[in-house]
Each structure stands twice: as C-alpha cells, then as structure tokens.
C-alpha cells in the first residue's frame, strides 16, 4: 500500500524558520539559504540535546573544578 501524500501546509513550523530550504547535492555538501551559524544558534536555543537531558549542572561544575 503506498504511503500518503502530506500537505506542506498542514505542517507547523517556527516563524524563525520561515522559507528554510535546506538540500544535499550528489556529493553529499549541504546547501541552505540560512547562515549555518545562524542555524545552530536556532537549534541551540530552540532544542534540547539528548546527550545532556540525565546530567545535572552540578554534575558539570564538579567536573570543571576537578579539571
């Protein structure tokens, strides 16, 4: 059975990213009409990483100090 077709208008999305279009050529090189910082600066604000979510900040200030 094919799978459905979904409207891009039905999507929501931030306003920030408004009109991001973002591809990657044959070569496997990423092309998008949004600065790449500008980008990370986005997702650093926007989401939460997976790899930080059990430590606690106590748990980061400890290792700082030990260093």
Not at 9 to 38: A, M, R, W, Y
Request: net charge negative; glycine share 2%; no cysteine.
């Amino acid at each position: 059975m094919p799978k459905k077709k979904t409207d891009k208008d039905s999507s929501t999305s931030n306003k920030d990213l408004e009109n991001f279009d973002i591809k990657i050529n044959e070569f496997g090189e990423i092309s998008s009409n949004i600065d790449i910082d500008k980008l990370n600066t986005f997702l650093n604000e926007n989401v939460e990483d997976k790899k930080f979510k059990d430590i606690k900040e106590e748990d980061i200030e400890n290792e700082e100090k030990e260093e």
